[in-house]
């Protein structure tokens, strides 16, 4: 079965410290990954998202996520978190086995503190 | 702005009605999503449509169906409708170039009281 796992529901951080978020995935086929936030009564915006090739991909909005395949995991990272980074992150993964439907994790909650 | 465009923003209904949504998506692409969003269940798939034609499905209900039509809008028709049904159901579309890549819209809320 495609499960992805978002450990974390809440986070809080202070505004310019660093960020990671976690994300663990198990799937059947090769997968693809995805982060997106949302913020509130907002839409889902793609940040960023692998394929293939180099582990460590760049998003917008300075963010980063490094795909380990040992580990089945896709982290997000950011090194200096601004106010304006609260929102939800969702991790999801998709494959072309199964025509790229996106399976989402259950989000995590950022909160910044001043 | 995605360009994934959702109508309307939000949908207040009752008990046993149905409604409408509407998704346009982005100029060119041919494939549409529909993922519902609720507290309890989170984000899931719904529904795939490509260039007019189901591709795949997912977890809907049979009192949901959904279509795509000739200038590739896609409609979610949800009938019947019942509490449990009140969620944010987005629209996503993906390029040709790259069908592995969704964009989403804004969402419709749609409240069943």
């Known amino acids: 079965a495609q499960s992805v796992t978002q450990p974390d529901i809440h986070i809080t951080v202070s505004e310019g410290a660093s960020l990671e978020l976690r994300c663990n995935y198990s799937?059947?086929?090769?997968?693809?990954l995805f982060w997106y936030v949302q913020s509130p009564g907002q839409g889902l915006q793609l940040l960023l998202k692998y394929f293939s090739g180099d582990t460590l991909v760049q998003g917008i909005k300075g963010f980063e996520a490094e795909f380990k395949r040992s580990q089945s995991s896709f982290n997000l990272r950011k090194p200096s978190v601004h106010w304006s980074d609260a929102a939800e992150y969702f991790c999801a993964v998709g494959a072309l086995e199964y025509g790229n439907k996106l399976v989402f994790g259950a989000g995590t909650i950022l909160r910044v503190k001043s | 702005d995605s360009g994934v465009t959702q109508t309307p923003k939000h949908l207040i209904t009752a008990t046993g009605q149905r409604v409408t949504l509407r998704c346009s998506p982005r100029?060119?692409?041919?494939?549409v999503y529909w993922y519902q969003q609720s507290l309890d269940q989170g984000l899931q798939f719904l529904i795939q449509y490509y260039n007019g034609e189901e591709r795949a499905k997912g977890n809907i209900l049979e009192r949901f169906s959904a279509q795509q039509f000739p200038d590739l809008h896609s409609e979610l028709n949800l009938s019947s409708l019942e509490l449990g049904d009140s969620a944010l159901y987005f629209c996503?579309?993906?390029?040709?170039?790259?069908?592995?890549?969704?964009?989403f819209g804004p969402g419709t809320r749609l409240t069943v009281l």
């Open positions: 996503a579309s993906s390029p040709r170039t790259r069908p592995d890549t969704q964009y």
């Open positions: 799937y059947g086929a090769t997968p693809y």
């Open positions: 100029s060119g692409d041919l494939s």
